[in-house]
């Protein structure tokens, strides 16, 4: 069978056990890496981590709550859009990555990092790290959810449905954060979703 366009078509493989096992722990650990670069450095990352911290600093309540609550309606639409099977391989991701950040530290530990190299080695692990798990049907919650669905739905490009809020949440935190750190955070989120958008399309990979 071949595709409109007269090229073979290709049946979607479905991802065995031990492929989803060890795509996730390369995705987490590379996201957990570069967010010990972006907390070394005092920046703040995008999407719903990004806003949960945010909105702990206006509203004086724990990272940890004000996270969990943000992520809430994405959990409910990954469930009923997405599918359980999806919402179950991310909260795996979550949990995994929560750990992470934790011990990571532990094992590395950072002499010396400039902020704007340290801002795009951020971008770039993070980035990586969320297409593998996108490749395995898996996401880090919140945005990325909503990303997903609007991609498999609209055929928008989950990269640029991230860029967008980022550009929006970068805005808010002008008003919270010194400039610096704002702008140096800016450039690790924008390498973020130019990477997920130029290499996560699901024309081009058709595993799951």
């Not at 395995?136 to 449905?161: C, D, P, Y």
Request: proline content about 3%.
């Amino acid at each position: 069978m071949t595709t409109p366009m007269g090229e073979p078509h290709k049946p979607k493989i479905n991802h065995s056990l031990y492929e989803d096992a060890q795509a996730f722990l390369l995705g987490t650990a590379l996201c957990a890496l570069g967010l010990q670069f972006v907390t070394h450095l005092g920046l703040i990352t995008g999407q719903t981590a990004g806003l949960a911290v945010l909105l702990s600093y206006v509203s004086g309540y724990g990272l940890g709550l004000v996270f969990f609550a943000v992520n809430l309606p994405f959990w409910a639409l990954a469930w009923f859009r997405m599918g359980p099977r999806f919402t179950f391989k991310s909260i795996i991701a979550v949990a995994i990555l929560s750990v992470m950040t934790e011990l990571l530290p532990q094992a590395v530990v950072i002499s010396h990092l400039s902020a704007p190299v340290g801002a795009a080695l951020a971008g770039a692990l993070i980035g990586m790290g969320l297409i593998v798990l996108f490749r395995h049907g898996a996401s880090l919650g919140g945005v990325g959810v909503l990303a997903l669905f609007l991609q498999e739905r609209l055929k928008i490009q989950a990269g640029w449905t991230q860029l967008t809020f980022d550009a929006l949440l970068f805005v808010a935190a002008f008003f919270v954060l010194q400039w610096e750190m704002v702008i140096w955070s800016l450039l690790g989120a924008v390498i973020v979703n130019l990477i997920v958008a130029v290499n996560h399309r699901g024309d081009r990979y058709i595993a799951r």
